[in-house]
């Protein structure tokens, strides 16, 4: 772990004092995390209970790294998540340490007491910037607050742009965490600058202009997106749409701008401004597609697109397509995109496909070739595959154009140019003094955005061939792709067909032929993917050295790891690759064992041994050095700073451009004096990357002025003046308050509760609740989501929820079941807050969550998508006639709610914990153990399963994949015999 | 339908397919609303009697405004008669909070349903509904098991945050069956076009991560 540098030293003196609460506002890049474990590692001891909430799953997995790195296994950073058990999680606490908590588990535990509040030393939240009075980590300061007033809280964020909500947004975090002080560390802040700019990296910008096609594609896209924005306008004349302009467009936070707009009238705006919205959407995403994807699968997420686009998932033709796409620039995007690939010549158009049997054996033989591998048919086959640039199973009339992107190429001259950079520095006489300082490796380092890019490129490098012109040197890693492309869209298109067909005999009716053709691509596509794992063993193989100095972290490893290739990598044969694949096995316990014992050293030492581990692999196997290795990496946030650190690169490509990255390699730089480190620095010039990158920079700059500008105008929230002394003076506010809520005059002895299912903390009507001075009981409840009082059960529904839940069948279920344990069922529908309060809202989601034929409009002008409300509001009738007893609330927003709530729980008794969670639970012997509610979604979603025997199912297997892989017979021995077979059909149904 | 404009015929209450409407609702624009059903006036206690044993009451928020005391009397001369009980509130004024609250707390009290209808097109059709729907079997909104392949399998996988359509199509021709969806690998999943690092995170967790973790 390098040192830190000076200003990450201020601003730790500033933000460390545990008697202070704070918020730090950092630039993107300057190493968060560094501060962060600088600050944690300072309470890793049992006596303290510091809580970090609010952190991602890999966060938590490389901060918690990364504390093991700085010697913090005292324990250590602990993980709390819903599958560790009431208990264990007890214990835990009581262990004290350094915990990190899912936030809405910490809500249940610290309701139900299961963590000791007031010892608590202090909460750490990260991503303060996502905090508003409707999340839970509000609700947990409330909580944290109402019981400790000593501990500390420390807020972090590095994302100042997502600071705007509202007039005063930072206000309203530092309000919502009860904080009085906030520090702002921009990139241009004195400190900072005074830190970083000694030192400077030696950055060479390359612009690399697109390809003639690419340039087609990338301007018809933008002209679709002026087509939408500007019909997107003309529909709303009466918005403010001054901030829709293309530029904005490239962004993700533009689409929360346009619904925040529309919100207020999205009831009243018809499905061709949904669409309309959702199109931008999907042209930004293709803008940064046309980029990074090659150009095979980009063309194939067009087709995907349009098959979306122009049936329904009923295989009815859609009446509605979206408007860009019969635009005469949509047409130049899919022209565009089919000649990157491949030209048909309509010569041959009439020509049949060669017969399926003969394309069978020469197929894989054409395919070896590709794989440059010496099987024994290969020599009678070389000189046929050197003439034919064009595999033997491409279609006739079809020629691959197989276009690549220009950056490609690029790199591999900066490879190369770095090859040879190395090679001139080893020919110099070595410094005098290399003793004191560790020199970076020659390993280059290439960036990429995500981790697709990166072995799409990794790909490329590895079957590179150094010889071909420009823009074809990935020609066969093209070929390959080109192929698993065909046989991709085979597929397609008999889906396609057999949707149209309907659903019931589409499938008996499949051609022999197409069945030949699958079971040969089936084929292939197997030949394919052991190739891919053979390279794959090779590949490791070469980088053996350097991915076990990052293989130190096996957890970052399964998420991301780390690809390395040799750049001139030549055409080994393939019994080469396997002895190695063979030889990887065989060592690989003894790499494992050697980086264990690395990891109680620190970053240097891992170094160290991982040359002599090199040094073994060269004398026996002669490998390549490290010198020569190239690693291509997605960007990843704060876990680049450790991945910098670790490999120590003096060359590094940058293949996209990122403005975190740049600092962390100023970061870098800057705690590394003495390094030469190169960065090459990659755009697409005049496209959409580089005004991005651009605009990036100046949203970040003037977010941070806003702040700075609000913080100096800003009045304190006046809620932390009650100090400590006060909280005796505060209930005794709220039993008046309750009081005279109530219009009751005794004093009420039991404070008012609601007994909440723990699955509803997910919402945040329980956190409004509590402000609201309720307690909330959290408890897992079979019938009902809120028991409000003995008998008044209430089942919340928000509207999508309310729509999907009548379409499956589960409200009818739960309604029957409310109806049997309580004298008064209720069903809420819970509108959004900002969002209009009417039924008609319905006609948007409905589009996608039943979609119907669309009947023709009875009426001119009338309201558009009548037919969905309609449906909607005929399932509320047939269920209120069907349970007469059901009581609907018609809450506008979750405000409202509480405010019913307190109502209806005037001169009531209270609810009773106990008995509410035995309410109908006999069924579900898993009572408050951690639920996972994607996969309890999912497997309900399932035919043959109900409400009734999903928990049966849950107790039967472990997940869904699990279940999946059961046998016909199994199936049907949990769900019964007719379910069960509908069932397994429905899972294995196009196999 | 021409039965909106034509003058109901007069037939014995409580019989027959035709909503029974209190003299009091004359002059109502709902009705104009009511459509696909006979309409006839007759004695009644509630505004509506769109069902043997269903009664309705109408209550305009701009009315309540005016006159808060006017549903309270309508609520106790209504007695304990009809099954379903329903006070169908034509909410037409923007501070509907605090009155929709009262109503719903008085509905719970006297056994009403409160039903809010957003136009008088909206209440006509909840009133023509009830009276269609009267001897309706719950099939529309019980679990039905008679959907097409296609659709539940969109329905399934779209259960999970942030899978589309577009990304369920692509699913289904790159694994084929939802089986073979589930055993895809996670670099499997992340080599389709359209997907990132948090659907595909999404979707593993939904397949592989445990349904409940056993104590």
């Not at chain 1, 605009?695 to 100096?712: C, H, M, P």
């Not at chain 2, 005016?66 to 379903?84: A, M």
């Not at chain 2, 004024?93 to 009155?99: D, Q």
């Amino acid at each position: 772990m390098p040192g830190l540098l000076p200003f990450h030293k201020s601003i730790i003196e500033r933000i460390h004092d545990p008697a202070t609460n704070d918020l730090l506002v950092l630039a993107r890049g300057l190493g968060l995390r560094r501060i962060l474990c600088t600050l944690m590692k300072i309470y890793d001891s049992p006596k303290n209970l510091v809580l970090m909430v609010n952190a991602s799953q890999e966060e938590e997995s490389e901060i918690g790294e990364e504390l093991g790195l700085m010697g913090c296994r005292n324990p250590g950073l602990r993980i709390v998540d819903f599958e560790k058990t009431n208990k264990e999680r007890q214990d835990l606490y009581k262990k004290g340490g350094l915990i990190s908590v899912t936030s809405r588990i910490l809500v249940v535990d610290m309701l139900q007491a299961n963590i000791p509040t007031e010892l608590i030393s202090g909460i750490i939240v990260l991503h303060a910037e996502k905090v508003t009075a409707l999340v839970l980590e509000a609700f947990i300061v409330r909580l944290y607050r109402e019981k400790n007033r000593t501990g500390f809280l420390k807020a972090f964020t590095d994302q100042p742009e997502h600071i705007t909500s509202g007039l005063s947004p930072l206000k309203n975090i530092m309000k919502e965490l009860q904080l009085r002080s906030v520090h702002i560390y921009p990139r241009f802040h004195q400190e900072i600058k005074k830190s970083l700019e000694r030192r400077r990296a030696d950055v060479i910008e390359l612009s690399q202009p697109l390809t003639t096609s690419m340039s087609e594609i990338h301007q018809a896209i933008i002209q679709c997106i002026t087509i939408t924005l500007s019909e997107l306008k003309r529909s709303n004349t009466s918005l403010d749409l001054d901030d829709f302009n293309v530029e904005n467009a490239y962004f993700r936070s533009f689409d929360i701008i346009v619904r925040r707009q529309l919100d207020s009238v999205w009831h009243k705006v018809g499905p061709k401004t949904k669409q309309l919205v959702n199109d931008l959407g999907t042209l930004r995403r293709l803008l940064t597609y046309l980029l990074s994807y090659d150009s095979l699968q980009f063309q194939a997420y067009l087709e995907t697109l349009v098959a979306s686009n122009t049936t329904s998932s009923s295989g009815v033709l859609k009446q509605h397509p979206s408007p860009w796409m019969v635009t005469d620039a949509a047409n130049i995007i899919f022209q565009a995109a089919k000649r990157r690939c491949y030209t048909m010549s309509p010569s041959t158009k009439a020509a049949e496909r060669p017969q399926v049997i003969d394309v069978d054996e020469e197929g894989w033989d054409a395919l070896d070739e590709i794989h440059g591998t010496v099987g024994k048919s290969s020599r009678q086959n070389t000189s046929r595959s050197r003439k034919v640039d064009k595999p033997f199973w491409v279609p006739q009339g079809m020629d691959p154009v197989l276009e690549e992107l220009p950056k490609w190429t690029l790199l591999a001259d900066i490879l190369k140019e770095i090859e040879g950079e190395i090679i001139r520095q080893e020919s110099l006489p070595p410094p005098a003094v290399p003793s004191t300082v560790v020199p970076g490796t020659n390993t280059a380092l290439v960036m990429t955005s995500s981790t697709r890019e990166a072995g799409i490129l990794s790909d490329f490098l590895s079957d590179m061939d150094a010889e071909a012109p420009p823009g074809t040197l990935g020609r066969k890693m093209m070929i390959r792709k080109l192929y698993s492309y065909l046989a991709w869209k085979g597929k397609l298109n008999s889906q396609q067909r057999n949707d149209g067909r309907g659903s019931g005999s589409a499938f008996a009716a499949t051609t022999f032929e197409r069945q030949n053709s699958t079971a040969l691509s089936e084929a292939l596509k197997k030949k394919d993917r052991e190739k891919a794992e053979r390279s794959a063993g090779r590949r490791r193989v070469r980088g053996g050295a350097p991915s076990s100095t990052t293989a130190s972290s096996s957890t970052r490893k399964a998420s991301v790891e780390p690809t390395l290739i040799d750049v001139d990598a030549p055409g080994d044969s393939n019994m080469e690759a396997d002895s190695f694949a063979e030889f990887w096995a065989a060592t690989q316990n003894a790499t494992a064992t050697a980086v264990e014992s690395a990891t109680v050293v620190d970053a240097d030492d891992l170094d160290f041994t991982s040359t002599e581990l090199l040094v073994d692999f060269d004398t026996n196997y002669g490998l390549l050095t490290p010198e020569e290795t190239v690693v291509v990496r997605p960007y990843s946030d704060d876990g680049d700073d450790s991945i910098l650190a670790e490999m120590r690169p003096k060359f590094i490509v940058m293949f996209e451009p990122n403005m975190d990255f740049i600092r962390r390699i100023e970061v870098y730089k800057s705690s590394n004096p003495g390094l030469a480190v190169r960065v090459y620095h990659m755009v697409y010039g005049d496209s959409c990357e580089e005004h991005k990158y651009l605009v990036g920079i100046r949203k970040e700059k003037e977010s941070f002025e806003r702040l700075i500008k609000e913080r100096a105008t800003m009045l304190l929230p006046t809620l932390e003046a009650k100090g400590p002394g006060s909280t005796s003076n505060d209930a005794l506010l709220k039993t008046i308050s309750s009081r005279i809520a109530g219009g009751r005059r005794e004093i009420s002895t039991t404070p008012s509760q609601v007994i909440v299912d723990m699955r509803e903390f997910r919402s945040t009507l329980p956190s409004l609740l509590h402000a609201s001075n309720i307690i909330v009981v959290p408890a897992t409840l079979t019938v009902g989501d809120y028991i409000v009082t003995p008998d008044i059960c209430v089942e919340r529904k928000s509207l999508s929820d309310l729509i999907s839940s009548f379409n499956s069948g589960r409200l009818y279920t739960q309604c029957e079941l409310m109806s049997v344990h309580y004298k008064h069922p209720v069903l809420l529908i819970e509108f959004e807050e900002d969002k209009a309060f009417s039924l008609e809202i319905v006609s948007d989601m409905k589009s996608y969550v039943k979609p119907t034929a669309k009947y023709p409009q009875k009426k001119g002008g009338g309201i558009e998508g009548n037919q969905a409300v309609t449906s909607l509001q005929s399932k509320i009738v047939l269920l209120l006639l069907h349970f007469p007893r059901v009581r609907i609330i018609w809450a506008s927003s979750p405000y409202a709610t509480v405010e019913i709530f307190q109502e209806l729980k005037q001169a009531n008794p209270e609810p009773d914990p106990v008995k509410a969670i035995s309410v109908g639970a006999e069924n579900d012997a898993e009572l408050g153990a951690g639920i996972n509610s994607a996969a309890e979604e999912l497997l309900r979603s399932l035919p043959g399963i109900t409400a009734k025997n999903v928990h049966y199912v849950m107790s039967k297997v472990k997940n869904v994949r699990e279940f999946c892989g059961l046998g016909l017979e199994q199936v049907q021995e949990i769900l019964g015999n007719e379910p069960g077979k509908l069932c397994w059909e429905f899972m294995h149904r196009g196999e | 339908m021409s039965s909106s404009t034509a003058k109901p015929p007069v037939v014995q209450p409580g019989a027959g397919n035709n909503i029974i409407i209190s003299p009091t609702q004359r002059g109502n624009p709902v009705l104009e609303c009511i459509r696909n059903v006979g309409k006839e006036f007759g004695d009644i206690a509630a505004d509506y009697q769109v069902g043997r044993t269903t009664g309705v009451l109408f209550l305009s928020l701009k009315y309540h405004r005016l006159h808060p005391e006017y549903i309270h009397t309508r609520v106790e001369k209504l007695g304990h008669s009809y099954g379903l009980r329903i006070i169908l509130i034509h909410c037409d004024v923007s501070e509907h909070r605090e009155p929709i609250r009262e109503i719903t707390k008085m509905g719970l009290i006297n056994n009403i349903t409160v039903i809010v209808a957003f136009s008088y097109e909206d209440a006509g059709h909840y009133l023509s509904t009830f009276k269609q729907f009267e001897h309706k079997p719950p099939d529309l909104i019980k679990e039905r098991v008679d959907k097409d392949h296609n659709s539940i399998l969109r329905t399934a996988l779209t259960t999970i945050s942030r899978v589309n359509k577009t990304d369920v199509e692509t699913l289904k021709s790159s694994f084929g069956s939802f089986a073979n969806i589930a055993k895809a690998s996670n670099d499997q999943l992340q080599n389709l076009p359209g997907f990132g690092q948090v659907k595909v995170k999404n979707i593993k967790n939904a397949f592989d991560k445990p349904f409940r973790n056993r104590a």
